[in-house]
């Protein structure tokens, strides 16, 4: 297992054009985390799959955000119609319960 | 809901030097992990060294150790001998250890190591 792999590494999309992106965690971990980071800034909670089931959702995840896990493997993070506040690093992360954290190396998005 | 501060935004060290990076914490929990986490420029965040707030003894990992004082709720990370390659932002992290636990991180603190 080569760790947590994000896709893509970059994007580069209009204001208004919906983007997703995709984060393979380690097989046998249960829990993957979604975490945003804007320069300068330390991550910020997004959303959390324990296996399938989707058990928290920040207050940041506005409506035009949407994550899934089918199957409790990848997951995907897509985004409705991106505003420029939306330029940021999106951090996927993956644990076992009660275990450490291993993060991905981030997709960054810059909305233009 | 739990917060971490970081006060110092940047800091710089002399190779083979030591620095301590602060960090402060709020919680009302009594069961919790404190982290600190390496981020490289343009590379992803790894983990440096891991406390559960439970031990009163302060984990060390090689050249990094932490001072976790939990009363006053700080968790401070000195990194001895710095070495060129601990140029990065250092996160620090608080994860509740509920069912639904999370980490929280502080703002950083950007380290430079120089000659």
Redesign the interface.
């Known amino acids: 297992d080569t760790g947590v792999s994000q896709d893509p590494r970059h994007k580069i999309t209009k204001r208004g054009q919906n983007v997703t992106f995709r984060c393979d965690p380690i097989s046998e971990h249960n829990r993957l ?1 979604w ?1 945003r980071q804007t320069l ?6 997004l959303t ?1 799959f324990q296996n399938e089931a989707q ?2 959702k920040s207050r940041l995840l506005s409506d035009r955000f949407s994550a899934e896990r089918p199957k409790g493997s990848f997951s995907t993070l897509e985004i409705q119609r991106t505003e420029q506040g939306d330029s940021a690093m999106y ?1 996927c ?1 993956s644990s076992l319960t ?1 275990g ?2 291993t ?4 997709t960054r998005l810059t909305v233009v | 809901a739990q917060t971490v501060t970081q006060s110092q935004p940047e800091m710089s060290v002399q190779e083979a030097e030591t620095v301590t990076l602060s960090c402060t914490y709020d919680t009302s929990e009594s069961n919790y992990y404190l982290f600190w986490y390496k981020q490289p420029p343009s590379r992803q965040m790894i983990l440096v060294i891991r406390q559960e707030a439970y031990k009163q003894q302060n984990a060390t990992e090689n050249r990094f150790s932490v001072n976790f004082q939990k009363a006053a709720k700080s968790f401070s990370l000195k990194i001895s001998d710095s070495q060129l390659g601990d140029t990065a932002m250092y996160f620090c992290a608080f994860e509740y250890t509920g069912t639904a636990s999370k980490l929280t991180f502080g703002t950083g603190t950007r380290l430079q190591v120089t000659l």
Do not use: D
Request: charged share 10%.
């Open positions: 985390y975490y300068g800034q330390g991550p910020e909670f959390y058990l928290e951090l992360a009660g450490g954290y993060f991905g190396s981030g």
